[in-house]
């Protein structure tokens, strides 16, 4: 079974668009985190969150929203779609914040 | 920023140990040395976490120096599949709230046949 799974694994788009990744564990963790790998693979944290917090990297612009249904989801929304935007998304999930984390397999998105 | 240093890449002979350091000379009392790789097109993989004791599980060994300033990943056989980007990682084991990784740049491992 996969622990943290992703989908889509690629998604092409247009410039303006709106789009969002879905992300799901079935680990029993309690917290759950989007990353951001860019073109030079430089891996950064973009949303911690748990069932008390979000914690947002102040750099990640507010286009971007997570949104949890449940606590074993985690979905990023992103409205207005620039072709900065492109690179691959990671999602993952941890018990309690520990650094011991598990990630998905990622998301490639790219924006034309 | 990352509070870590890495060599940009590193070779290492099949079947031999690979050994990765890794410096972090301002480390805190409460921060541990995680280790995480990252094979090409695939997530990010937890490997070892340690604190001031050398940890040892399936994947690895991990020594940390006494004052705690440096860590090694040790890889003992070392096989083509362990070719990765590999990060060393500081900080709080948890304790509430909800704080992601701080990746650097990592150490380029290639295992050579």
């Known amino acids: 079974d996969t622990a943290v799974s992703q989908t889509p694994k690629y998604l092409v788009t247009q410039m303006g668009n709106d789009k969002s990744i879905k992300c799901e564990q079935n680990l029993g963790h309690d917290t759950m985190y989007w990353y951001k790998q860019d073109s030079k693979k430089f891996l950064k944290i973009m949303f911690s969150y748990n069932n008390k917090e979000l914690i947002i990297n102040e750099t990640v612009p507010n286009r971007f929203s997570p949104k949890s249904p449940d606590k074993a989801h985690l979905n990023l929304h992103i409205n207005s779609l620039e072709l900065g935007d492109s690179a691959v998304y990671f999602c993952a999930s941890s018990q309690a914040s520990s650094g011991e984390q598990y990630f998905g397999p990622g998301t490639r998105l790219t924006v034309t | 920023d990352a509070k870590t240093t890495q060599p940009t890449s590193m070779d290492c002979a099949e079947g031999r140990a690979a050994n990765l350091p890794c410096n972090h000379s301002t480390i805190s009392g409460n921060e541990y040395v995680y280790w995480y790789r990252q094979i090409h097109s695939q997530g990010p993989q937890y490997i070892i976490h340690?604190?001031?004791n050398n940890e040892t599980n399936e994947m690895a060994s991990l020594i940390i120096t006494e004052d705690r300033k440096s860590s090694t990943l040790i890889l003992p056989h070392a096989t083509l599949r362990d070719t990765a980007v590999y990060y060393c990682i500081v900080r709080p084991h948890g304790g509430g709230g909800a704080d992601g990784l701080t990746f650097g740049k990592g150490t380029h491992l290639i295992i050579q046949p």
């Open positions: 340690g604190l001031k």
